[in-house]
T-cell receptor
Framework: DGGITQSPKYLFRKEGQNVTLSCEQNLNHDAMYWYRQDPGQGLRLIYYSQIVNDFQKGDIAEGYSVSREKKESFPLTVTSAQKNPTAFYLC???????????????FGSGTRLTVV | AQSVTQPDIHITVSEGASLELRCNYSYGATPYLFWYVQSPGQGLQLLLKYFSGDTLVQGIKGFEAEFKRSQSSFNLRKPSVHWSDAAEYFCAVGANSGGYQKVTFGIGTKLQVIP
């Protein structure tokens, strides 16, 4: 079945560490996204990528980095510069129709990151 | 810039009762509108979407939503709620932004279903 796989489901980070969250999709979608979810704040966009080897900052990119070397993969690194990384991280993908809109996101099941 | 308001943070309904979740948006042109559902600890699932055409949109799991331009609303409805509908519901609006469609989510409405 086609879908998005996020791993790990739970991740613990020590102060000063960088950690990488994995996101893989087999939907053949061009566009991929990373969102952060905090209670009472909805979803906030961290980074997005519309094609391989290209990505753009979202609304809260500081302290995060991404890469898009393959169409299927869009890993997110939470760096030590991110001061409050404890959150639920969601990866999504969509068919990219540029400014003609899209059909909606397919989401992964998320990674819960906790600073210890 | 677009915005989304979900005025109800929590809603409690009895099983079998009807449901309406409110969503208001702000955007200058015709927006793309979405409703998503999220079970605890899981990702979001797309319930339905509106792009154009018929303003009453049918989705999965027996949900529907109606786009009302005059009220800038896109309320989600279900005639009879089941216990399995207990979840958090997010309204989202998409708007064109320089070759990319930016999607903004509301803060969510948590639905509790009582027997």
């Amino acid at each position: 079945d086609g879908g998005i796989t996020q791993s790990p489901k739970y991740l613990f980070r020590k102060e000063g560490q960088n950690v990488t969250l994995s996101c893989e999709q087999n939907l053949n979608h061009d566009a991929m996204y990373w969102y952060r979810q905090d209670p009472g704040q909805g979803l906030r966009l961290i980074y997005y990528s519309q094609i391989v080897n290209d990505f753009q900052k979202g609304d809260i990119a500081e302290g995060y980095s991404v890469s898009r070397e393959k169409k299927e993969s869009f890993p997110l690194t939470v760096t030590s510069a991110q001061k409050n990384p404890t959150a639920f991280y969601l990866c999504a993908s969509s068919i990219d129709r540029g400014d003609r809109g899209h059909y909606g996101y397919t989401f992964g099941s998320g990674t819960r990151l906790t600073v210890v | 810039a677009q915005s989304v308001t979900q005025p109800d943070i929590h809603i409690t309904v009895s099983e079998g009762a009807s449901l309406e979740l409110r969503c208001n948006y702000s955007y200058g042109a015709t927006p793309y509108l979405f409703w998503y559902v999220q079970s605890p600890g899981q990702g979001l699932q797309l319930l339905l979407k509106y792009f154009s055409g018929d303003t009453l949109v049918q989705g999965i799991k027996g949900f529907e939503a109606e786009f009302k331009r005059s009220q800038s609303s896109f309320n989600l409805r279900k005639p009879s709620v089941h216990w399995s509908d207990a979840a958090e519901y997010f309204c989202a609006v998409g708007a064109n932004s320089g070759g990319y469609q930016k999607v903004t989510f509301g803060i969510g409405t948590k639905l509790q279903v009582i027997p």
